[in-house]
C-alpha cells in the first residue's frame, strides 16, 4: 500500500528521528475521523516500545513538523507501537512474518465469513496465501480489508 503525499512527507520526516532514538517507523496514517484529522505514526523496537520512546519521538517529531510545516490543517499528533496484533500491509511486513497467525478481514464474504484467522503461507505478485483448516486460500490484496497479526496465548 502505498503512502499518500502527506504520509510520505511525514515518513521521510520521522525515519531520522526514530533512528536516533533506536526505533523503526512501521507506519504512518494521515486520516480523518469525524471533523478532525489524525496524523498517527506507528514505532517499533526489537525489545519492545516503550511509552518513554514514545514520547520521546513524539516531542522531536512535533517540534519538527511545527517547523516544516508539511500539513496544511490542524491535526492531532499520535505516536505509538505498532503494537502485537500490529497492521500487515507492505510486501516486506507479509514476508518478515510468514509462517505466523493472521486475523483477515475481507471486504466481502467468503463461506458465508468476512472475518476468519489462518496462517500466512505465502505472498506473491499481490496475492496471499493463507492456511485455514488444512487449506489453502488464495486472495488478492484488493479484496482484503485488513490483515493484523493475531494475538496468541
Do not use: H
Not at 42 to 48: F, M, P
Not at 53 to 58: G, L
Not at 111 to 130: D, M, Q, V, W, Y
Amino acid at each position: 500500500m502505498a503512502y499518500n503525499n502527506i504520509e510520505q512527507k511525514v515518513y521521510d520526516i520521522c525515519v531520522p528521528i526514530a533512528e536516533k532514538n533506536g526505533l523503526s517507523i512501521w507506519d504512518v496514517e494521515f486520516k480523518k475521523e469525524g471533523s478532525d484529522y489524525y496524523l498517527r505514526v506507528y514505532v517499533d523496537k526489537s525489545d519492545g516500545v516503550a511509552i518513554d520512546d514514545c514520547e520521546a519521538v513524539s516531542r522531536e517529531l512535533s517540534d519538527r513538523l511545527d517547523e516544516l510545516d508539511p500539513i496544511s490543517q490542524a491535526y492531532m499528533l499520535e505516536v505509538c507501537s505498532a503494537g502485537l496484533d500490529r497492521q500487515l500491509k507492505r510486501e516486506s511486513d507479509f514476508l518478515a512474518f510468514l509462517g505466523r497467525d493472521v486475523d483477515v478481514k475481507l471486504y466481502a464474504p467468503i463461506n458465508g465469513s468476512k472475518e476468519f484467522a489462518a496462517e500466512l503461507k505465502a505472498f506473491e505478485n499481490g496475492t496471499l496465501t493463507l492456511l485455514k483448516d488444512g487449506e489453502e486460500i488464495s486472495l488478492a490484496l484488493d479484496k482484503i480489508a485488513s490483515v493484523r497479526l493475531a494475538v496468541v496465548f
